[in-house]
DNA sequence: CGTATACTTGAATTGAGTCAATAAGTGTGG
DNA sequence: CCACACTTATTGACTCAATTCAAGTATACG
């Protein structure tokens, strides 16, 4: 069940209660991943003032595209798609969130897009107000979110040349690389992953459709680049012609 | 010509002897429009302790991809192109700056993106330390900052939408109304503007070839949608219609 | 174990790209 | 001010990568 309509009084109390007397925060698995990597004893405890810990079923939106952007998340487990559409239902996937990814930043009174779980989902949510003034008490946390934006910043420039200049494969490839990447700093296997998305996710986050992913995928087999043990688990039998490929060297 | 080649601090002993003793930031003509809106006087003192003022030819790089981040910009007058490359020599442009507009936000080492003049180009330049430095002096800077690459975000998610999911006619008419929109912050007319870049760039920022962008203005202008007095003159017939192109309403 | 959903594969179509030929600007020097 | 060269933009004919439409096949789940 999620916290979500819980009072937040109640909710912080509930917090501070911990069996051991801690912050939660203490003991969070993403601690050192995220905007929070870094901080103190005492300034955590300012964090953990603020924070209410929530939970969101599989499918179900943490916020929509013209939602007032009040909080902003921090995703502590499952995996978050971004997504902006057209009128007429046309969708673009703008990115996918994983644990330790910071989630909401906006300038703005609404939302950029749409955030939904695709996996059950943990969430630390903080009123966007309150965070800010914890930026004048916690020194270098407002340069960490600075951070944090410029590498959405990064990522999105990176994305745009993949939707305007490169092929299905390429961009197969290059999505199936940053995977590996990502897995590299979680310290996993590095020749295999799963895929906690479906192909129509995949298929919206690379400007295609589900059955050029397919195809893509079935090509990528016959080249022995990769194996599909199954439909979200992939095996890279090549991660260097992979690499290859995704940058356009074929 | 540059002042980049002059030594700093005779650049600022320069700045400093302005014939009216002011500094010149009080007299910046996109003071409100840029990152030092809100700024008092003994506050751009200190930014302008800090600037060097540059001027780029037109189709001059003021920094590539490549290069280390050490310097950010304000554009005060002209228009820079960003992009990035693939290896084989396919662009994206990833946006465009005009006056007023900051550049270089990276939170690594190196730009995540080309930035080149399309125009005489005239800047301010920081260096990112002392920036950064100025952002304990100055409450609230660091906050226009994020506030910056927040908005930034927004529009690239956007633009991942436009070369993701929508169609030729759909992106020339979602540019063209973004440059309305940008005209109209400044003041111009509404129903007409001028394009700083050519065939080529808008293909490149669009994810198309400059035929498609050329065969996509002929059947605008055939359409009844807006005339094209010069190549880099547009003249708006229907403003409401190309809206509706832009979000898919045919 | 059946049924809905997700995925794959095939055939035909198409929107945008490629290649090629003008046309329209732009600038330069005589 | 014009002739020339050069660049940029437009237009046309053809091609092709990815989409669309249409079956099938696998997978997940109550």
Redesign the interface.
Known sequence: MSTQNVPALFNRMAIRATSNGLNPCEACPIRDMSVCAGLNSHELDHVNAIVTRMTIDSERAVFYEWDSAEHVFNVTNGTVR?S?M???G???V?GFLYPGDFLG????DTY??TAEAISPLSLCRFPRHKL?AL?DEIPGL??R???V??????A??????L????TAQEKLATFLCSLIKAGKQNGGRQDAIDLPMNRTDIA?Y??LTTETVSRTFTRMVKDGVLELPSTHRVVFQQPKRLQQIS???T
Do not use: W
Request: aromatic share 6%; charged share 35%; proline share 2%.
């Open positions: 971004l902006k057209l009128p007429d046309r969708r673009q703008t930043i906006a300038y703005s950029a897009y800010e930026f407002e340069k979110v600075l951070g934006a410029s590498n959405e910043l990064r999105a420039q990176d994305q745009m040349l939707l305007g200049r490169k919206d690379l400007g940058e356009g060297e």
